[in-house]
């Protein structure tokens, strides 16, 4: 079955240093989503991306964050200059837009900001 | 304001019998209800979608029901097995544009002992 794939699966990185998050996501699907979740806490959208643009972001998804789509596979989250609060785990989602608009979720990457 | 509950206690059940799982919204008016299960340090896995206009919803152990009036999803698993020891996520899809987005409730998490 085809999956959603995220890198690295684990990040640690210092407050205030940059960091891209990678995914890929299933080939024939049309939307992107980042979310993230807060040990302990609940998934919160951050954005989505249709069409080679934000088509909704979430208060969280703030002038430090952007996506990109920069070939045909990968999609990226970057965070210009992390915080401390930054810490938690990114999941990478992908939907194929038809009907259902059920979601796929990668693996996640696990963020440390030290 | 908008709010999706779930019982935050966890659910610990026998093995065999089933489990009911409850999640209530305010202040949305969804497509449709979507019922994922996480594991730990995994992302979300989809299990089951009910429209506004289904009263329930089966998957094989899975039911699903939507109550548009209450305002209120049941989710049970029948005949439950130790495997099945997981949180279960349920997500309202809200939809403003092209891809919209899904909202989760914190989870339940469900313990089968054996």
């Known amino acids: 079955e085809p999956e959603v794939t995220q890198t690295p699966s684990h990040q640690v990185t210092q407050m205030g240093q940059e960091v891209i998050l990678r995914c890929v996501p299933i080939s024939n699907h049309l939307y992107f989503y980042w979310y993230r979740q807060i040990l302990g806490q609940k998934v919160e959208f951050l954005v989505s991306?249709?069409?080679?643009?934000?088509?909704?972001k979430s208060e969280i998804f703030d002038d430090q964050f952007s996506v990109e789509r920069p070939d045909g596979s990968n999609f990226t989250l970057k965070i210009r200059s992390t915080k401390l609060e930054d810490s938690a785990m990114y999941f990478c989602?992908?939907?194929?837009?038809?009907?259902?608009?059920?979601?796929?979720f990668g693996s996640g990457t696990q963020l440390s900001v030290l | 304001s908008q709010k999706i509950e779930q019982n935050s206690e966890a659910l610990n059940i026998q093995e065999g019998k089933t489990a009911t799982l409850t999640c209530n919204y305010t202040n949305y008016s969804p497509a449709y209800l979507q019922w994922y299960r996480q594991d730990p340090g995994r992302g979300p896995v989809f299990l089951l979608l009910?429209?506004?206009?289904?009263k329930e919803k089966r998957k094989e152990r899975l039911k699903v029901t939507f109550d548009t009036t209450l305002k209120q999803s049941l989710f049970h698993i029948t005949a439950s097995q130790p495997a099945d020891s997981a949180t279960y996520l349920c997500?309202?899809?809200?939809?403003?544009?092209?891809?919209?987005?899904?909202?989760f409730g914190q989870g339940t998490e469900l313990s089968v002992k054996p």
């Open positions: 991306f249709y069409n080679n643009e934000i088509s909704e």
């Open positions: 997500a309202l899809r809200v939809i403003y544009n092209q891809g919209g987005k899904l909202i």
């Open positions: 989602a992908s939907s194929d837009g038809q009907g259902n608009q059920k979601l796929f």
């Open positions: 009910i429209r506004e206009n289904e």
